[in-house]
């Protein structure tokens, strides 16, 4: 049982759950509890620690049967805890790594290895990767394109709202907080291990690439006098979706085909960003799923 916050492993997960910088030099980030832990991906999983009390619950020691875990005593697991109370049990989980092209498929798809796909099949309806896919996994491209978001909570709910929304990935600058910071990771839910995700360098050449193959760009925008509901969504789509307090910059949002609006009443101005999002990706699923009907 490891007793000591000088442990030279207590120190690196201190380390990643501070520190950007460190996570992404070895590749590796810390959740936390139960559901975050049980969910991942048992081949990514690289470490698990368990509290000494953890294991006092039968429930819990059958639940990490096949694992091989590091025993803390209580203080020292509160001590390496990023959150307040602590369910006892952390994992450090190796990095998915997806590339533009892998937001073609829907999360599940992608996470099942699905064949291969290019950014010319992302951008068409009945592309070359549909046509790989089992009939019920072939999806339009459905995509959410951040810029800038800076509330670590409102992009865990954006991941989480585009999986249940059936978005096929997100697409972010590098301006975005962090997708692997602690309280990112704990909102996601566990969707962080089902939906693609893309760390776009120019986030503007990307979304002009999107454009190139035929996904319709849409940004929310206070300017509009479009209403949301208004448009087709039901072929190949991406929302643009800016930062909490400035919006979408000017440059991006005059890359859009076209600008939409949430209608409000009473005094309100705008929706938090991340229920902005999910209505929008939540009408692009109705529409699509009405096609289906």
Known sequence: ??????????????????????????????????????????????????????????????AVEGYSYEILSDSLFRA???????QGILCLVKMPEYSLE?????????NAKMPECSLEDLCQPASACNAK???????????????????PGNLGTMIRAGEGAGATGIIMDKNTVDIFHPKTIRATMGSLYRMPFYIASDLPGTVLSLKE??????????????????????????????????????????LADVRIRIPMEGQVESLNAAVAAALLMYEAKRQRDEQTD
């Open 1 to 62: 049982m490891i007793t000591s916050s000088s442990n030279h492993q207590m120190k690196r997960i201190l380390q990643l759950n501070k520190k950007a910088k460190t996570r992404y030099e070895q590749r590796v980030f810390v959740v936390e509890g139960m559901k975050m832990c049980m969910e991942a991906p048992k081949e990514q999983v690289e470490a698990m620690y368990v509290s000494e009390s953890f294991l006092q619950e039968e429930s819990r020691r059958e």
């Open 80 to 86: 390496v805890s990023d959150t307040k109370t602590p």
């Open 102 to 110: 892998d937001l073609c498929q829907p999360a599940s798809a992608c």
């Open 133 to 151: 896919m089992p009939e019920q996994k072939q999806k339009n491209p459905h995509l959410l394109i951040l810029e800038g978001i800076q509330d």
């Open 213 to 254: 193959r035929g996904i319709s760009i849409f940004a929310a925008h206070l300017e509009s006098s479009l209403a949301y509901c208004q448009p087709d969504y039901r072929q190949p789509a991406g929302f643009l979706i800016g930062n909490e307090g400035n919006g979408l910059s000017p440059k991006l949002a005059g």
